[in-house]
C-alpha cells in the first residue's frame, strides 16, 4: 500500500457521520502534509476505558475528537471488533475536541488552532517524516539499534519482528521464535480469546495472561513454566497480532514480558509483566 | 437550512466513492471560501446526455468529474431519480476532469490549478456572493427587475415565484397564476410522468409537452387551448417543480414559453417553445 492509498482509505472511513467526516477532511486537506501520518477511528485505551477517536496523529501522540453532543453508544457487536483491533494505550497522549454543535466559523476557527498545534509539534526536534515504506522495515530498526513502544512499531510479518533480531528469514509462520539471550522468547501472540488460547493483555498493557482454554493443556503449560522444564524462557519479546485500522494485519511491538512466578497458577495461567518498553535490535 | 449544515450535508454525499470524496473535500476546503456555492452530485444534460458531474460550482457555472478509469454504470432505478431531480443544462459549461489514476502529487497539483481557476473567476466582473437566505428570496429578484436561466433561479415554494410578479401570497398551492400581462400565466409543472400529466422537457429546455395521461382529457385539455376556449393563454412562465440536491422541493425558473400552435395536437399535446430565458419581475 502506497501513501495515496493509505491516505484515500483512511479518510473515506469518516464517512458515515458527516460531522466527523467535515472536521478529519479539513484537517487533513488544510494541514496538506504528507510527512504526518494520520489514522483514523483508532482504538485507545484510557484510565476511563477503551474508545475510539477520529483522528490520530501517532508521530504526536495526538488525538482529535469530534463531539457531536451526544456520546457514542457502543454496539454489542463491537466488542470483538475492539478485542482484534490495534489499541493505542493513550494514557499519556493528547486529545483535542471539537464542538461541531458550534457555528461553522468556530468550528474553521478550532481546527485552524489544531493546524497550528500540529505545525508546532512538527518544529520540535526529534520529528521523524512519516515514510510508508520504512516504517514496516527490519532495516530502520535495526539502523536505529532499538524497538521502542513509545515510537508505535509494528511489522506486517512475523518474520520481519524476528529479523531485527538476528534472524535472516524470507518466512516464518510460529508464533515463538529464538533471540540472541537464551534467555529470551520472541513471542507473537493473539492477546484476546481465540478459541486455543484465552490471553489477554491489560489496558495499561503492563500485564499479559495466557492461558489455554483446554483445562488439562492450560494445566500442563502453566507446571511447565514454573518448574522450567524443556528450557522454558521467563522472558518475551512481545510482539501482538492485531488488526490494523484498514483490516490489514500487524505485530505491535509490545515490550519486555517477565514471567511472575508468584501470580501465575493454574487457575489463572501464565502472568507476564511489561519490565521493558524499549529492546535493542541484532543485524544478522 | 443554514450554510453549515448545507455545506456539510453536500460534502457528506460523496462518501460512496472514495477518490471522489478525497477530491471533492479537498478542493472546498483548500478554496475554504463559503461566498462560492457548491453542489456534488451534480444532474446536468449535455449534447452527449444526462449524467452526473461531482462538484458543481453554479456561480462559475463551471463543473469538476473525478475520473476513476471507469465509467459509471447507470442502474436503472436511476432514471426514476433523474426524472424528478434538479437538472442542470451544462452545455455550455466548462467541465474540469481530474483523473485519480494518477500519483497523488499529481492529484493534488491538479486540484491547486482547479482552486486558482475558480479565484480567478471570482475575480471577474459580476461575481455575487453566496447569500443562502437571499437566494431563494423572492426581494433579491424583485431588486435586480428581472429573472433569468443564466443565474440559476430556483425557489423553495409557488408563492415565493408569484411574488415576484405582483402577488403577495403568504400561501399558495395551485400550479398555475395570474400575471400581470393577461396574455401570460405563471405555471409549476413536474416535467416529468406523474401519474396525472405526462409532462416532459428536452434536455435543451427549449421544449415542454404537456399531455394528460387520461386521453379523454388530453383531447380536450388541448382543444380548448387550440381553440383558446375558457380564455386559455399562449405564453407560459416555467418554474418546474424538482428535488433539489439534499431531497428538497424547488421550483426552478426555466424561461417564458409560448404554446406552437402547428406542433401540438391531440397525440402529441400541447407544444410549448421557450422564447425568452429571462422576464421581468414586478413588486406588489
Known amino acids: 500500500m502506497d501513501k495515496k492509498e493509505f491516505i484515500i482509505r483512511q479518510?473515506?472511513?469518516?464517512?458515515?457521520?458527516?460531522?466527523?467526516?467535515?472536521?478529519?477532511?479539513?484537517?487533513?486537506?488544510?494541514?496538506?502534509?504528507?510527512?504526518?501520518?494520520?489514522?483514523?477511528?483508532?482504538?485507545?485505551?484510557?484510565?476511563?476505558?477503551?474508545?475510539?477517536?477520529?483522528?490520530?496523529?501517532?508521530?504526536?501522540?495526538?488525538?482529535?475528537?469530534?463531539?457531536?453532543g451526544q456520546h457514542y453508544i457502543k454496539k454489542n457487536t463491537e466488542k470483538d471488533i475492539i478485542r482484534e483491533s490495534d489499541i493505542v494505550n493513550?494514557?499519556?497522549?493528547?486529545?483535542?475536541?471539537v464542538d461541531v454543535t458550534r457555528p461553522l466559523e468556530e468550528i474553521n476557527q478550532k481546527i485552524n488552532e489544531i493546524i497550528e498545534n500540529i505545525r508546532m509539534l512538527k518544529n520540535y526536534i526529534g520529528f521523524i517524516p512519516w515514510d510508508i515504506d520504512s516504517e514496516f522495515n527490519t532495516e530502520t530498526y535495526i539502523k536505529k539499534g532499538y524497538i521502542s513502544v513509545s515510537d508505535n512499531v509494528a511489522f506486517r510479518t512475523i518474520k520481519d519482528a524476528?529479523?531485527?533480531?538476528?534472524?535472516?528469514?524470507?518466512?516464518?509462520?510460529?508464533?515463538?521464535?529464538?533471540?540472541?539471550?537464551?534467555?529470551?522468547?520472541?513471542?507473537?501472540?493473539?492477546?484476546?480469546?481465540?478459541?486455543?488460547?484465552?490471553?489477554?493483555i491489560s489496558d495499561d498493557e503492563e500485564t499479559i495472561i495466557e492461558?489455554?482454554?483446554?483445562?488439562?493443556?492450560?494445566?500442563?503449560?502453566?507446571?511447565?513454566?514454573?518448574?522450567?522444564?524443556?528450557?522454558?524462557?521467563?522472558?518475551?519479546?512481545?510482539?501482538?497480532?492485531?488488526?490494523?485500522?484498514?483490516?490489514?494485519?500487524?505485530?505491535?511491538?509490545?515490550?519486555?514480558?517477565?514471567l511472575d512466578l508468584k501470580a501465575s497458577n493454574e487457575i489463572i495461567g501464565l502472568v507476564w509483566r511489561r519490565v521493558l518498553s524499549r529492546v535493542k535490535t541484532y543485524s544478522h
Not at 34 to 53: D, M, N
Not at 90 to 97: G, S
Open 11 to 68: 479518510l473515506a472511513r469518516t464517512s458515515n457521520k458527516k460531522y466527523e467526516a467535515y472536521v478529519v477532511n479539513r484537517i487533513v486537506h488544510l494541514l496538506d502534509d504528507i510527512s504526518i501520518k494520520f489514522i483514523t477511528q483508532q482504538y485507545v485505551t484510557r484510565p476511563e476505558g477503551r474508545a475510539l477517536t477520529d483522528l490520530f496523529f501517532p508521530q504526536f501522540n495526538l488525538h482529535v475528537e469530534v463531539d457531536e
Open 162 to 200: 524476528c529479523n531485527c533480531f538476528g534472524h535472516n528469514y524470507t518466512g516464518y509462520q510460529r508464533a515463538g521464535a529464538t533471540h540472541p539471550d537464551n534467555d529470551i522468547m520472541l513471542w507473537f501472540p493473539k492477546l484476546y480469546p481465540n478459541g486455543v488460547w484465552d490471553n489477554q
Open 90 to 97: 493513550a494514557t499519556n497522549h493528547k486529545i483535542i475536541r
Open 211 to 258: 492461558r489455554n482454554v483446554n483445562a488439562e493443556i492450560a494445566r500442563e503449560h502453566v507446571v511447565s513454566h514454573l518448574e522450567k522444564q524443556k528450557g522454558e524462557k521467563y522472558k518475551r519479546i512481545v510482539f501482538a497480532r492485531v488488526k490494523g485500522s484498514l483490516g490489514d494485519v500487524l505485530y505491535r511491538f509490545r515490550g519486555l514480558y517477565e
